[in-house]
């Protein structure tokens, strides 16, 4: 049974920071590639940022030069580092895992607001 865990979400004042961090149950050299989504009220869930198994990076414009995401293999871990936080940044971020290219694992989400 595959479990993602995430946590590290809050609130905070806009131009702050957050970095997120998803707990994988196993060894993350099983997945083909590790990301983070996010979800907003009335919106569809959209891909913020994603890291393959051989590293290389991804985002969504919206978010490049600003967040960054990263893994620890030793640790199973996945983290996202988030600068400069905007309102707009603000919803519930899950931790996605997929492997055997079709086969999707989620956590539970972590809510993220931006607010003063």
């Known amino acids: 049974q595959v479990q993602l865990v995430e946590s590290g979400g809050g609130l905070v004042h806009p131009g702050g920071s957050l970095r997120l961090s998803c707990a994988a149950s196993i060894n993350i050299f099983s997945f083909n590639s590790m990301g983070w989504y996010r979800q907003a009220p009335g919106n569809q869930r959209e891909l913020v940022a994603r890291?393959?198994?051989?590293?290389?990076?991804n985002y969504v414009d919206s978010v490049k030069g600003r967040f960054t995401i990263s893994r620890d293999n030793a640790k199973s871990m996945v983290y996202l580092q988030m600068n400069s936080l905007k309102p707009e940044d603000t919803a519930v971020y899950y931790c996605n895992a997929v492997r055997a290219i079709t086969i999707n694992y989620w956590g539970q989400g972590t809510q993220v607001t931006v607010s003063s």
């Open positions: 890291i393959t198994s051989g590293g290389s990076t």
